[in-house]
């Protein structure tokens, strides 16, 4: 009857052998597991929203029946220098028509605001608040890529949410040096992302994987209602001055 030895084994009695006659052994060594490496995402996003806030626009008064009715739009802004100087759209800012009557909520109060320029081409505006030492996002440094992952960031649905916390819509880039023919106007240069753009959102950092912004939340594309699938957002480099921003 003959024996079977294993391949183990076979292994085992070489190693002894060479262990005996003290000659370097040439036996095949076990292959080691190869480790997998996770990349982690180190993108604190509760300290990118320390410097996102929510604007809130008086548009309209009027008595009703013996009360006074207001009504009011919504829209997101962020800080882009340590003094309280807020970048956001300017269609958030479009139908202010006195000071006082923006409001931009951040850190759990409510600020009174000062609105500053408008660069209505880009649909960018500038406002102020006295809120301290501000938490300022950085401008990417290179434009955003094709396919890049992004996060679009703002405030939405405010007749729904009541707690004024911000959210996070995660996308990638589906475009750049976009246009579109919105509200019966060329609009051009827009980037183009998956990311969620919903009511209230408008003036949000579109910002890349390390909390740098990439640009500011325009509009989502639409029809009868209902999302495409694909939101725009103008470049940060659109906005004409310096941020000075610091972190």
């Known amino acids: 009857m003959k024996r079977i030895v294993s391949f183990l084994s076979i292994l085992g009695l070489l190693a002894s052998a060479c262990a005996t006659t003290g000659q370097p052994c040439k036996c095949p060594k076990p292959r080691q597991p190869v480790p997998v490496v996770i990349e982690e995402n180190d993108l604190d996003l509760e300290k990118i929203f320390e410097s996102v806030v929510q604007i809130k626009v008086k548009v309209d008064e009027r008595m009703s029946e013996g009360k006074l009715e207001e009504s009011y739009e919504y829209g997101t802004g962020f800080f882009i220098n340590d003094r309280g100087l807020i970048l956001t759209s300017a269609h958030v800012m479009a139908l202010v028509d006195d000071a006082r009557n923006v409001t931009v909520f951040h850190g759990g109060r409510a600020l009174q605001a000062r609105p500053l320029k408008t660069y209505r081409d880009v649909d960018l505006a500038t406002l102020m608040v006295d809120a301290g030492r501000t938490i300022a996002l ?6 955003a890529r094709l396919g890049q992952k992004v996060y679009a960031i703002g ?11 911000p959210a996070v819509s995660v996308g990638h880039v589906a475009g750049t040096d976009r246009s579109i023919v919105y509200e019966k106007r060329a609009v051009e240069r827009l980037l183009l992302t998956d ?5 209230g959102c408008s003036g ?22 209902s999302w495409l699938g694909l939101s725009f957002a103008e470049p940060i480099s659109s906005y004409p001055e310096k941020t000075g921003a610091k972190r």
């Open 138 to 143: 950085q401008p990417a440094p290179a434009k």
């Open 155 to 165: 405030f939405p649905y405010v007749d729904v949410f009541t707690d004024r916390a």
């Open 195 to 199: 990311a969620f753009v919903a009511n």
């Open 204 to 225: 949000g950092p579109l910002i890349d994987e390390q909390g740098r912004v990439l640009g500011i939340l325009r509009f989502n594309l639409s029809k009868d209602g």
